[in-house]
């Protein structure tokens, strides 16, 4: 036990021995629990405690708390230190208040009381207490209670500097509490003239309170910008001995530097031109030092020295005025951009973002875009690769647009997760705004679309289309190359979307080439038909029936499709009713009518970017405009710019439905949109959706008018998965994992190493919205330590039909066995609903497939062959055998398939790594199928204990 | 701000903004398991939610700061050198076991430097000094108590 110092509360610090001499959790929680009990019966015993016992007491529950229990009683005896008149009782209980206390606490009334006694002290330690304390707590009620008596011992000539100090921060405190009753009035001047102050340490203080004074009314405190100038001149001219204490590492005072310079960015430049000059003299001032040679090698030196200089730099960015100044900062910056600090090469790349903003120094900025674009593809940390996306999306102009792009496209490919998505909008809006010539456009964005189809937002994809219907010099290159991209193999179902609606729109432009002719066309949207979602079926309908518009020459053919079962009896409703709406709208109407419903689509009004509006959304604030970049730095090209700044159509909003996404024609009946396009002209049409409205379709509303008698006599019913679903999700990573009459629950996961991205998707099935909707991810048992998972969190409100998305962030820390557990609340008519479901999430995610030879593959074998580390089942084969089957399996749980290795080739050999965080664990495995007696004997061999056997169990299901 | 062990153990936290305890304990696990997950050649800071995290490991201790987005980086990782460095002169060569005892001292000499989230007092003379006028404060009260207890009179 090391020397307790100050007073010795020994009995606290045998206690805390005690706890740290704990071996497990339960041991502390019961020497804990021994203590609560201890020190409860003390409290109510009858026997007066005296205050040095209610001190060690009050200060042992405090550090119970800190140990992350809770505490439920001992406020009272710490309320009662806070009169005592020894200075380290009052301490203890200020503490404990300070720490446990709440703001709306009953006890709040008696805490105010003790302060208002200690604040008039004449002793100056007992009101630096008080202080300490309304600046820890800060409520209103202290607002109220202390709005004159701490502006009063501020300004006051008798105050001690250290008082002086606390005052000046605790009124900080109250100012951001409660804005509206703090008011200076007449000392506002004096708190200003603080700035004067001949102590450091009261400048110091003063400078936090005066900016935010200012932030709240600029005019009132403008006095304080020359005085702040002068002192910051004092400050950068003084020798590192001026200032002795306040000196740090041979920096002349930098918090109060930073702050001055902080405080001087609530302003324009001064106008007094000697001030100015002043002011420029400083800024020059820091900018050679940061040439000059360091006064020491510690870090704190280059650290205290640069915090001031990127203030600085921060300050010349926001005066925006003086040309040398700005192109003196970026080549600063430059300096840094190659340091071998990670911090600096960080700042510099976040400073330069702001300065590629100004008209002086843009162009400047744009000579380091290689270092930026190297920056990209070398830097080890991702929030610093952030930052250089941020920085090129930043220094973006037309000059530069293409090379930029097609940097970012490359990086893409490898970009961390977390910030895919923002990347992919950012050069979604790039490509849009500098696109001269629009076929590079259309290039990029399915480009963006075959390399991070599940980051393209809706309104990505939206944006193409908008931009391809308006704009006709494109449309056949659209066409063409989207007929192109539908011919690879596995294409992304954003990218069947987009090739979908142009083609439905724009396919007669390539119908001439007999290799995309119109069977052509159909047949090869047609063959992705089966692999997509009930809301692209949707959309592909409508484009089939579009078709028939287009080219009557395969009306047959379409209409079988129409016809066929699986589309006007899907048990999808949407699906259902389309093939029944378009099917008797091509048997009934004349040509003539169906070419007015199926005009080709008129152009979208223009409005800002759909794209731009979600990237703001996004990150507010980091996501400026790069127009406002590139508008200053050259704005005869912006202003000549025909930029088409068209945004959504009615229909093309995003309606938060799934089939929304779907919807051309506005005839969805679950979510009418504001305007049906298409259907301007519709006079006899009526009376064909009216023939069919009464009874050849089900309406939704009638599937779910059914669910809704279920569960409005509100009852709990709580809901359970279906037992063994989750085998399904062993090899697969998409899915439904989970429907009710209420709610399906879908997943999109993908995971790299020891880390996943999945995907939570919510969809309310009935005609009620869902409200207070929560879904949180739990990790029971030991779980909680083996894998960790973030949650972000999903919209509370889920609209009728709609669908809402979550994402879970998992990182594998070590082996586990079960999956964790999605636990949902939401109220539907009332009536709260509980539902937990587990997720699939299995310990195979985390595999990835390892190639071998056979030697290594046999010597690694005869290593792992202690017992633990193998486990063998022999099992019936549950579906058919098949070989390929059994590859795709295989792989498909994350191993490899290693060829001519066994010597039977009727047998499987496969290799696979494990990753965690804490270790990456090899598995080997190696199945023996027997045709005659439809049996396999699976053997796993693993690098750590028990992970065979849980492999082995996964993999068993399978089979 | 929040001090936490390599192990993820919290010895010491400071909040300059009103949380209900429940999302406190949300936001501590969340950066805690962040921070640890980084490894030693990274960047300082990383953005967090809406705000921006400074951090830096001292031996086994991790320091760690929540700041918002204009705030000075740089100069909150030399805010907690500072605190790094006034431990080290009070102590003498501190280490975590003296935090761990001396809570309450950690959390005084906190009050000192920082105060509602703004740095109150950088001369590392006078924030000694006020807290050497605490420890004589006490040492006049406490003398006769501790001597009470070493007989093993109090409990």
Redesign the interface.
Same mark, same amino acid.
């Given at each position: 036990?090391?020397a307790?110092?100050?007073?010795?509360m020994?009995?606290l610090?045998v206690f805390?021995?005690d706890i740290?001499n704990c071996k497990s959790r339960e041991a502390e929680i019961k020497r804990i629990n021994k203590e609560l009990a201890?020190i409860r019966s003390?409290f109510k015993g009858d026997k007066t405690l005296d205050g040095?016992?209610k001190k060690?007491y009050v200060?042992k529950l405090?550090?119970i708390f800190?140990l992350?229990h809770d505490i439920d009683f001992g406020h009272m005896e710490a309320v009662n230190l806070l009169s005592s008149n020894?200075?380290?009782e009052k #301490?203890?209980g200020y !503490?404990f208040i300070s720490?446990l206390v709440?703001?709306s606490s009953d006890l709040m009334k008696l805490v105010v009381q003790s302060i208002k006694n200690d604040i008039v002290s004449r002793n100056p330690?007992h009101v630096c207490l008080a202080l300490?304390c309304i600046?820890?707590?800060?409520s209103r009620d202290m607002a109220e209670a202390f709005n004159r008596d701490i502006p009063k011992l501020l300004v006051s000539g008798d105050t001690i500097d250290?008082v002086k #100090?606390?005052a000046a !921060?605790?009124l900080?405190?109250l100012l951001?509490t409660a804005p509206d009753l703090i008011q200076l009035g007449e000392w506002a001047s004096r708190v200003i003239h603080l700035l004067n102050d001949q102590h450091?340490?009261v400048v110091?203080?003063a400078a936090?309170l005066i900016e935010a004074l200012v932030k709240r009314s600029p005019e009132e405190y403008k006095g304080c910008v020359s005085l702040a100038v002068s002192r910051l001149s004092r400050i950068v001219t003084s020798s590192y001995t001026d200032l002795?204490?306040?000196t740090?590492y041979f920096v002349p005072?930098?918090?109060?530097s930073?702050?001055l310079l902080?405080l001087l960015q609530n302003y324009p430049p001064p106008e007094d031109p000697a001030v100015r000059t002043r002011l420029t003299e400083c800024l020059e001032t820091i900018l050679n030092k940061a040439q000059e040679p360091p006064k020491s090698k510690k870090v704190?030196h280059s650290?205290?020295k640069?915090?001031v200089l990127?203030?600085a730099i921060?300050l010349i960015i926001h005066m925006d005025s003086d040309p040398n100044l700005l192109v003196r900062a970026c080549n600063q910056l430059g300096q840094f951009l190659s340091h071998r600090e990670?911090?600096l090469?960080?700042?510099a790349l976040e400073s330069m973002c702001l300065l590629a903003t100004s008209e002086f120094s843009h162009e400047a900025v744009k000579k380091h875009q290689e270092t930026v674009i190297n920056a990209l593809k070398t830097e080890?940390?991702v929030?610093?690769r952030?930052r250089a996306v941020d920085l090129l999306y930043a220094m973006c102009d037309r000059t530069n647009a293409e090379d930029i792009v097609a940097e970012m496209l490359t990086y893409l490919e490898t970009a961390d997760y977390s910030i895919r998505e923002e990347m992919v909008l950012k050069v979604a809006i790039l490509a849009e705004k500098y696109a001269v010539d629009y076929t590079w456009y259309v290039d990029t964005i399915l480009n963006l679309i075959r390399l991070a189809g599940d980051y393209v937002s809706e309104e990505v994809w939206y944006r193409v289309i908008q931009i391809v219907i308006n704009r006709d010099d494109v449309q056949g290159y659209a066409a063409k190359t989207v007929f192109e991209a539908l011919q690879a193999p596995a294409c992304h179902e954003n990218m069947v979307k987009v090739g979908g609606y142009i083609l439905g729109e724009f396919g007669n432009l390539i119908a001439g080439d007999h290799r995309s002719s119109p069977i052509v066309q159909f047949q090869l949207l047609h063959s992705k038909y089966h692999l997509c979602i009930p809301s692209t079926r949707g959309l592909l309908l409508s484009t089939y029936v579009k078709f028939i518009n287009l080219f009557p020459e395969i009306k047959a053919q379409i209409q079988e499709i129409l016809r066929n079962d699986n589309n006007i009896r899907n048990p999808d409703v949407e699906i259902q009713q389309r093939a029944i709406e378009y099917l008797q709208l091509t048997s009934v109407t004349s040509t003539d009518v169906l070419a007015t419903v199926l005009e080709e689509m008129p152009p979208f009004p223009e409005r800002e970017s759909s794209i731009l509006a979600k990237l703001k959304k996004k990150k507010?604030?980091a996501a400026e405009d790069p127009d406002a970049a590139g508008g200053k730095s050259s704005p005869p090209t912006v202003a000549s710019k025909p930029m088409p700044e068209i945004s959504v159509n009615a229909s093309y909003q995003p309606q938060g439905a799934s089939g929304g996404s779907a919807d051309l024609l506005g005839l969805s009946s679950s979510a009418p949109p504001a305007a049906a396009p298409a259907s301007n002209d519709t006079g006899c049409l009526v009376d064909v959706f009216d023939m069919l409205g009464t009874g050849a379709s089900p309406t939704s509303n009638g599937l779910t008018a059914a669910a809704d008698e279920n569960y409005k006599s509100a009852t709990t019913p709580d809901l359970e998965a279906g037992p063994d679903k989750i085998h399904e999700f062993v090899c697969r990573n998409n899915g439904v994992i989970f429907e009710n009459d209420l709610l399906q629950i879908g997943i999109k996961s993908e995971y790299k190493q020891n880390l996943g991205r999945v995907g939570m998707f919510y969809g309310n099935k009935t005609s009620v919205p869902f409200s207070n909707f929560t879904a949180e991810v739990s990790l029971p048992g030991e779980l909680s330590s083996q894998l960790?998972a973030?949650a972000k969190p999903v919209d509370s409100q889920v609209e009728a039909g709609a669908q809402k998305q979550q994402l879970v962030n998992i990182?594998c820390v070590t082996d586990f066995t079960v999956p964790p557990v999605l636990v949902i609340n939401f109220l539907y008519n009332g009536a709260q609903q509980h539902m937990t479901v587990k997720m699939p999430v299995m310990v195979n995610k985390f595999l990835e497939p390892a190639e071998m030879d056979a030697a290594t593959f046999f010597q690694r074998w005869k290593n792992l062959s202690a017992p633990a580390q193998e486990c063998q089942k022999i099992f019936k084969a549950k579906p058919p055998m098949d070989g390929e089957q059994t590859k795709s399996k295989l792989l498909c749980f994350g191993l490899s398939i290693l060829e001519d290795v066994d010597p039977n080739p009727e047998n499987f050999v496969s290799a696979g790594v494990l990753h965690t965080?804490n270790q990456q664990i090899g598995v080997l495995l190696r199945l023996e199928p027997n045709s005659q007696a439809q049996m396999y004997r699976l053997t796993i061999r693993a690098s750590k204990d028990a992970i065979s056997t849980t492999l082995c169990e996964l993999l068993e299901s399978q089979f | 701000m929040l001090l936490f062990s390599r192990q993820g153990k919290?010895r010491?936290?400071k909040w300059y903004t009103?949380q209900p305890d429940k999302l406190k304990?949300k936001i501590t696990r969340?950066l805690v398991?962040t921070i640890l997950?980084r490894?030693p050649?990274?960047?300082?800071?990383?953005?967090w939610k809406?705000m921006k995290i400074v951090y830096k490991r001292y031996a086994s201790l991790y320091f760690c700061c929540a700041i918002e987005?204009?705030d000075?980086?740089?100069?909150t990782?030399?805010?907690i050198?500072?605190y790094v460095e006034l431990l080290d002169k009070?102590?003498g060569s501190v280490?975590e076991?003296?935090i761990?005892?001396?809570?309450?001292?950690a959390?005084?000499m906190l009050?000192e430097l920082l105060?509602?989230?703004?740095?109150?007092?950088?001369?590392?003379?006078?924030v000694l000094k006020?807290i050497a006028?605490?420890?004589l404060?006490?040492?006049e009260?406490?003398d006769t108590?501790?001597l009470l207890?070493?007989l093993g009179l109090?409990?």
């Open positions: 036990m090391p307790v110092k100050g007073d010795g020994r009995g610090a805390i021995s740290r201890n003390k040095y016992q060690k200060c405090l550090f800190l992350g020894k200075y380290t #301490q203890i !503490l720490v709440s703001a330690v300490q600046a820890n707590i800060g250290s #100090q606390s !921060l605790c900080l405190r951001r450091m340490g110091t203080a936090s002795q204490d306040y740090y005072a930098p918090w109060l930073v702050k902080r704190q650290n205290a640069n915090a990127f203030e921060n990670t911090n090469r960080y700042l080890r940390d929030s610093v952030q507010p604030g960790m973030q990182e965080r | 919290l010491l936290q009103a304990k969340e398991t997950a490894k050649k990274m960047c300082s800071f990383l953005e809406d987005h204009d000075n980086e740089l100069l990782l030399e805010i050198h500072r009070y102590f280490c076991l003296d761990i005892f001396n809570f309450e001292k959390y005084f009050d105060l509602g989230g703004e740095v109150q007092e950088t001369s590392k003379k006078n006020a006028a605490q420890d404060l006490q040492e009260t406490d108590k501790s207890e070493e109090t409990g």
